[in-house]
């Protein structure tokens, strides 16, 4: 009955809320952790406190070299038809404007194929993408690519139509990607609202000109750290599951969403499994990513450190897709390890929660992934994570604690079992 | 030690399921 324990401890016993609380915490202490901010580094230094303090083991701080980009002022203004302030964030690793800004024609596209055919129209203007939100692995390749291929027909600038499944005029931020021998021009989104509104304008042959001012910076290399945390293994040490999130985020809202929620669900599986006085067999690693949203950096020199050892890996999870009322598992591994993994699944009968789904992954646990070990990811209403993703409104507000003592729950039932079966997931 | 990688699994599945079952 140790599933309904942690269950019990975690929705209905002491434990509840604990996760929300201790989010909520470091979110309003710190604010957003930007890679390279001192902000993330601050909430490095108290999640290292935090997790000496809840007796956890071998707690320490692993370092790696993140990239470091600012915000500066920014600003977009529609000039003509009218005289229209437009919200927007400029995406990480944008290059600047010059200092006048650029004001230029608009040209507004719904995808790349529209813009190859119109390329002729496209030199010497600002690009504007109004592409449909389909979801976010589709729709995301207009913020990351949006500039080069902009750039690529002889753009000034591009301004991409938020990543956003739903918007209340909320721009959203994110990382985006220059390409050798193409280049770099400034690259920022704007809302769903003036996207479309572009779009209509346009369609009705009406000139629509933009001046657009970045004041971004992009700076050497900072210091940063994972920070890891363990339950040390019983009988089997040296092999592990490990449970992430992911510590920094964009420089918007509180992050308390993307990754907060999965930071510390991961840290409150931990915190369960020890208030129940359980070891499992294996390891039971924590794991908090630094530097996520610019693509796994933080994650990556750990994988290039620990990488010798995969074959000890029986589970790598990490939460970074929300921690609303999760709704099963996702999973990737081979056949015989989902049919063990819709095994443990069944212990959460009691929450109603014992789905498995295929795409188990995340951006810090994939390099794993790749190399054969089995891994799982929490799925929920990811129609509204997209509400909120990487914009002003990612803060705790978003946030319910009783959906997140359940997340928890079933992070910890997951990783205990996983971590105390006699043998490790197979990977045949 | 427990059984990993390309290793040959020592129990069978309804092993394993039980062994889950006992968590429950």
Redesign the interface.
Known sequence: ????AIINLAVYGKAQNRSYERLALLVDTVGPRLSGSKNLEKAIQIMYQNLQRDGLENVHLEPVRIPHWERGEESAVMLEPRTHKIAMLGLGSSIRTPPEGITAEVLVVTSFDELQRRASEARGKIVVYNQPYVNYSKTVQYRTQGAVEAAKVGALASLIRSVASFSIYSPHTGIQEYQDGVPKIPTACITVEDAEMMSRMAARGIKIVIQLKMVEKTYPDADSFNTVAEITGSK?PE?VVLVSGHLDSWDVGQGAMDDGGGVFISWEALSLIKDLGLRP?RTLRLVLWTAEEQGGIGAFQYYQLHKVNV??Y?LVMESDAGTFLPTGLQFTGSE?AR??ME??M??L?PLNITQVLSHGEGTDINFWIQA?VPGASLLDDLYKYFFFHHSYGDTMTVMDPKQMNVAAAVWA?VS??VA?????L??? | KSIYKNGISKRTFQEIKEEIASYG
């Open positions: 009955d140790i599933a309904k089997y092999q067999k074959s000890n029986s015989k049919a063990i095994e443990v069944s212990l009968q054969g039932v205990y079992v105390d079966m006699e043998e490790m197979p990977r045949s």
